[in-house]
Nanobody, 125 residues
Framework: HVQLVESGGDSVQTGGSLSLPCAAA????????MAWFRQTPGKEREKVAAIYTDGDHTFYDDSVKGRFTISQDNAKKTLYLQMNSLKPEDTATYYCAADYRYGFGVCRTVREFLFWGQGTQVTVS
């Protein structure tokens, strides 16, 4: 059983920054697809960033491009989402997700993931 645990959610002012870690115990990062999604009440879960864990391939939704950075620390088995220049529309519950089935070409676009975290709340006002 793979457990993903997000943390780092907080309430911040517009223009502020947050870093969200996602700890993945008992999970090998090697050549896996990992992603961050976000969701607000009444809306579909939105994919904001993905990384293929060879470290060379990342993907960002246009709404966060240039402001958010997805990265990984293989030794710590932790996925990160660095969020800068936060806007009120970034307010959401953020989820990390992981799957070993996909190469990067699919990782960029796929929304179906085997493993999910429980979510962490980010509020920007």
């Amino acid at each position: 059983h793979v457990q993903l645990v997000e943390s780092g959610g907080d309430s911040v002012q517009t223009g502020g920054s947050l870093s969200l870690p996602c700890a993945a115990a008992d999970y090998s990062f090697s050549k896996h697809c990992m992603a961050w999604f976000r969701q607000t009440p009444g809306k579909e879960r939105e994919k904001v960033a993905a990384i293929y864990t060879d470290g060379d391939h990342t993907f960002y939704d246009d709404s966060v491009k240039g402001r958010f950075t997805i990265s990984q620390d293989n030794a710590k088995k932790t996925l990160y989402l660095q969020m800068n220049s936060l806007k009120p529309e970034d307010t959401a519950t953020y989820y990390c997700a992981a799957d070993y089935r996909y190469g990067f070409g699919v990782c960029r676009t796929v929304r179906e993931f085997l493993f999910w975290g429980q979510g962490t709340q980010v509020t920007v006002s």
